[in-house]
Nanobody, 123 residues
């Protein structure tokens, strides 16, 4: 089994910053992607950002572009999500996931998921 563990969630005021981290137990693909998704109460899971390991190619949802930054950790199978200028609508459980480099923005393409970490942004 592949395990992923997220950390760094918490409660912040609007305009604040938070840094999420994720560590996977091992590499699963020769060329893989690490992605962040989120799910707000009563809402469907939505794509946030992903990064491909080899090329470092990144992509962001329009709702977070310019505010969130995804980056690779020093060790393989690690990823960070730096969130700034947080808004109440960013409140959600944030999940990290890993899949092949073709997984892109589609959550169903990622076979391995973490347990999630809660991010709450107050007004």
């Amino acid at each position: 089994q592949v395990q992923l563990v997220e950390s760094g969630g918490g409660l912040v005021q609007a305009g604040g910053s938070l840094r999420l981290s994720c560590a996977a137990s091992r590499r699963t693909f020769s060329d893989y992607a690490l992605g962040w998704f989120r799910q707000a109460p009563g809402k469907e899971r939505e794509f946030v950002a992903f990064i491909t390991w080899s090329a470092g190619y990144t992509n962001y949802a329009d709702s977070v572009k310019g505010r969130f930054t995804i980056s690779r950790g020093n060790a393989e199978n690690t990823v960070y999500l730096q969130m700034s200028s947080l808004k109440p609508e960013d409140t959600a459980v944030y999940y990290c996931a890993t899949g092949s480099s073709y997984a892109s923005k589609v959550g169903s393409n990622y076979p391995y998921w973490g347990q999630g970490t809660q991010v709450t942004v107050s007004s």
